[in-house]
């Protein structure tokens, strides 16, 4: 709940796109994206790139990256699977959010 807290843009985005039902709904994580990129506003893309930014340039390694966005959070989408690290998939995220949608 703590780390909700501190990045509740990014609980947001894994709790309203990346949920338990996300492939049934959207697909695939990348459509997901594409759902939050057309939907949500200026302002709360901008906040989620913000926390994920500060995700990036923290110190956390891969495996406490990897329990704080996958348990944590309780994000549904499992990067590894497409052999992606944390800092990978945040990293894509950033520039699929710079993108025009």
Known sequence: MKNQQHFPAL??????????DFDIIFGDAEHALSAYQSTESDDEQHTLKHEIKSLLESPLD????????????????????????????????????????
């Open 11 to 20: 609980a947001y985005y894994f709790n309203a796109y990346l949920n338990q």
């Open 62 to 101: 891969e495996n406490q990256l990897r329990i704080l966005l996958l348990d944590d959070m309780d994000c549904n989408y499992f990067y590894p699977a497409d052999e992606l690290t944390a800092r990978e998939w945040l990293g894509h995220l950033l520039t699929r959010l710079d993108e025009p949608s």
